[in-house]
């Protein structure tokens, strides 16, 4: 695939880099192995050139005070490498702002937070592209995309009320719905064995641990992962490594899957080219945005390994998953997690559209959509902007 345009738009110079942070408070936490959300927060990115904005979004779900970090570095540390620069070509600016920010990130050992920050303006370039071309972005992606819907899959599963969330996964059509577990073992089989019962064959059981067993504790739940007949096993160690999850899966034989939080593209290359992974997972909001996960579908649709895109943000990257989806018909299902998050509902409009149990796929410029302003402003917790006249 040519990564580089064919028919290049006239220059776009970055006038100013807007960084919004919302926040809704949760009437009920959500568990996870490692910790619980609290609120539901998303980092929305904005670049405006040439007159237009492009909009993108940074993940900064954990931790309470990540936001914080995210709008530091996008305002202290990307703005002077991106303001007052071309960015018609969204590969170029990614390969000027790595270069000028991983070595950063490695001495301060936060190369996650440096990627996080370069896929929120990624995202946005490539919105903004779309729209000065007047073309979807799975349209610069792909000549003819391949679909107008992707399938989805629905999280946000336990570890409490597992039956109510099963049956808004049932009610709303999905083909397959992921569990949370790493909860400790009789907890963990009480959550197989309901979502089990609830969902029945016809929907697929997918199970997420958030990195929360050793290799051993995984080995000891295999016989009732088996069972259930769960298709994916999502992080199960802690740490992540790919020689862990290597041994887990010669012990075990289980359809293993991870990549939200593998960065950049030699990692997750690394990971995908690994027969212990049958499924790879970046985030576009976390890995290195458009630029990045349309690298690694290219090479998992030649290496045979399924792709699907992770999304726990909002509706701007769950829109970026699925014009990738649009680009490589073999990417999908697209996560949508089951929970009320009005980031996901309320925050772009058109809405993004679930029927049967598939997303359809914008269609308009860019990313296909305009930001909410209402809702922006009713969420809006922190906001910051640089523009170039302030280099």
């Known amino acids: 695939m040519n990564w580089r345009r064919e028919q290049p738009v006239s220059s776009l110079t970055a006038e100013r880099l807007r960084v919004t942070v919302l926040s809704?408070?949760?009437?009920?936490?959500?568990?996870?192995?490692?910790?619980?959300?609290?609120?539901?927060?998303?980092?929305?990115?904005?670049?405006?050139?040439?007159?237009?904005?492009g909009v993108g979004e940074s993940w900064i779900n954990y931790p309470d005070w990540g936001y914080r970090e995210r709008v530091a570095t996008l305002c202290e540390g990307i703005a002077p490498h991106l303001l007052g620069t071309d960015v018609s070509d969204p590969v170029a600016v990614q390969e000027r702002l790595t270069a000028a920010t991983l070595s950063i990130g490695r001495q301060w050992g936060a190369l996650g937070p440096i990627w996080q920050a370069v896929s929120g303006v990624d995202l946005?370039?490539?919105?903004?592209?779309?729209?000065?071309?007047?073309?979807?972005?799975?349209?610069?992606?792909?000549?003819?995309?391949?679909?107008?819907?992707?399938?989805?899959?629905?999280?946000?599963?336990?570890?409490?009320?597992?039956?109510?969330?099963?049956?808004?996964?049932?009610?709303?059509?999905?083909?397959?719905?992921?569990?949370k577990l790493g909860f400790g073992a009789e907890r963990d089989r009480a959550t197989l064995r309901t979502a089990s019962a609830v969902l029945g064959a016809d929907v697929g059981l997918l199970a997420d641990v958030n990195q929360g067993w050793t290799v051993d504790e995984a080995c000891e739940m295999a016989p009732d992962l088996r069972a259930h007949q769960v298709r994916w096993l999502e992080e199960p160690i802690a740490g992540n490594r790919l020689e862990d999850l290597e041994e887990l899966a010669d012990r075990t034989g289980l359809p293993l899957a991870t990549?939200?939080?593998?960065?950049?593209?030699?990692?997750?290359?690394?990971?995908?080219?690994?027969?212990?992974?049958?499924?790879?997972?970046?985030?576009?909001?976390?890995?290195?945005?458009?630029?990045?996960?349309?690298?690694?579908?290219?090479?998992?649709?030649?290496?045979?390994?399924?792709?699907?895109?992770?999304?726990?943000?909002?509706?701007?990257?769950?829109?970026?998953?699925?014009?990738?989806?649009?680009?490589?018909?073999?990417?999908?299902?697209?996560?949508l997690d089951v929970r009320d998050n009005p980031f996901r509902t309320e925050l772009i409009s058109p809405a993004l559209r679930l029927d049967g149990g598939r997303l359809d796929i914008p269609t308009g410029p860019g990313l296909g959509f305009d930001l909410d302003r209402d809702t922006v402003t009713r969420y809006r917790i922190h906001q910051e902007e640089r523009t170039r006249h302030d280099l």
């Open 259 to 335: 990549g939200e939080n593998t960065y950049g593209l030699a990692q997750l290359l690394r990971y995908t080219a690994s027969p212990a992974v049958g499924t790879i997972q970046p985030d576009l909001a976390k890995c290195g945005g458009i630029t990045i996960a349309s690298r690694v579908a290219a090479r998992a649709a030649e290496t045979g390994t399924a792709l699907a895109p992770h999304c726990y943000g909002s509706a701007v990257g769950i829109a970026a998953s699925l014009h990738l989806a649009a680009a490589f018909p073999d990417v999908g299902p697209v996560e």
């Open 24 to 53: 809704a408070a949760l009437d009920d936490e959500v568990r996870m192995s490692f910790s619980s959300l609290r609120s539901r927060r998303t980092c929305i990115v904005e670049v405006e050139a040439g007159g237009l904005v």
């Open 124 to 179: 946005a370039l490539w919105d903004l592209r779309g729209k000065a071309e007047g073309k979807p972005v799975a349209a610069l992606l792909a000549p003819a995309p391949a679909r107008t819907s992707a399938p989805a899959y629905a999280s946000g599963i336990g570890p409490d009320r597992v039956d109510h969330w099963c049956k808004i996964a049932l009610a709303d059509g999905f083909a397959a719905a992921k569990v």
